[in-house]
């Protein structure tokens, strides 16, 4: 199958946030399964230049019809650690590109508007047509719209468009000159509610809710946050659409990169190990205390990795650090705030912390020290707020690192309570699970988990060990993503 994917992140050269990962990780399941791939980015100024190999001109002549005249653009290939990318560079002043940034402009909309555009324009006409486009997030959901109002038209009516929701809480909004821009024009027929305007501003349009109505097939990116997605505010107002479109909705777990989070191959951990033989993690803890000054006792480390934002639950991020030492552990962050707030917060409780023996907090982010905190640490925290899927707690499985999480969203797909989960035997159980964003709660589920590590250290190793047996790679997402694809091609 040839599978063409459009987004505006692929890791490592382009990202931002978990995107960036899954274009990348789900482009290549999908190639070493036999497939052709192939990725279409924004050619940004701030992209990380030095992970493409053999970058050069594949098409420089593309004009891009915009606004009833046309912006010449050119498009330039290369490799990104073996996935073949192609990046789209305007010769525009409106230099949608060249912002020393991906995201956060004021006309954000009208940027991947054009973005979306010039992908389709570029396909059309160099005459590559393949089974499936599969696009992402709210800054492609044009696609879906264009593919099928003007390039179906124009010799793409073959194919097939998969649309993958990873956040639902940015949609894309714009208003007629969106329609004016890319050719669409009928304000009057775009600004119907079963086409693409806002469900609670009629003088918007919504790109999320139009790559929804017209995409072959929509995804989010576990089954839980397909679920919650339609029966609770974390569809962000789109809920009546996904259930209009029900027959076509549905949730795909991501996968996580072993050969990246993989402690039998890390190259960032002194000591690598397998679940076979588990008691060498404990030269990972050694390491990690030694590096972060910590007290070399005999306590367990509850850690947390990830963004410091309301999302990630910070307040009960907080009260983690305080319970774990009320309980005789030690605690490891490393996060960065998204908020000026949270972040002096969180550096006033580093100086107030600063020379406590049983606590580090490391505020930003550092790729080395997070693989030798998943290594090292004995329990991770993710107490979310929502978590469309969740990688943190995906790859502290891996590491044997005893995931303890808020039931919401992917976390819910992927750990499972040892105490009470009746859906599974306790030999196939891997964590804890709590539910109430109360301190109570989080509370509850740390301290069986600190209390086992402490009064069963035989059955907490066979926790972790339990959980490190899962497969939690692009293995069965990339199954479940072919299986969409053939779906759609046959059903039309």
Known sequence: MYIVQIASECAPVIKAGGLGDVVYGLSRELEGRGNCVEIILPMYDCMRYDHIWGLHDAYKDLWVPWYGAAIHCSVYCGWVHGRLCFFIQPHSEDNFFNRGCYYGCDDDNMRFAFFSKAALEFLNQS???????????????LIPVLLAEIYKYNGMEYQRVCYTIHNFKHQGIGGGETLAATGLNREAYYFQYDKLRDDFNPFALNYMKGGIVYANAVTTVSPNHAEEARYTEVGCGLGHTLHLHQDKFTGVLNGIDY????????????TNYTYEDFEQKIYNKKALRERLLLDAADKPIVAYIGRLDNQKGVHLVHHAIYHALSKGAQFVLLGSATEAAINTHFHHEKEFLNNNPDVHL????????????????????????YEPCGLTQMIGLKYGTVP??????????????????????????NGYVF???????????????????????????????QGMKYDYSWNIPGAEYLKIYEWIRHRG
């Not at 050969?259 to 002194?270: A, H, L, S, V």
């Not at 982010?365 to 925290?381: C, K, P, R, T």
């Not at 301190?439 to 060990?465: G, T």
Request: hydrophobic share 35%; charged share 25%; glycine share 6%.
């Open 404 to 429: 303890i999480v808020r039931g919401v969203g992917g976390l819910v797909n992927t750990v499972f309570d040892r105490d009470y989960d009746q859906n599974l035997p306790p030999e196939k159980r």
């Open 127 to 141: 005459n590559k047509r393949p089974d499936i486009i599969h696009c992402h997030d709210w800054q492609t959901g």
């Open 362 to 385: 490391e505020l930003g982010f550092n790729e080395e020290l997070s693989h030798l905190i998943y290594a090292g640490a004995d329990m991770i925290v993710v107490p979310s707020n």
């Open 259 to 270: 050969d990246f989070w993989n402690p039998e191959i890390d190259r960032y951990i002194p």
């Open 435 to 465: 539910y109430d964003t109360d301190n109570y709660a989080l509370e509850s589920a740390m301290n069986r988990a600190i209390d086992l590590w402490y009064e069963s250290p035989d059955e907490f190793q066979q926790l972790a060990i």
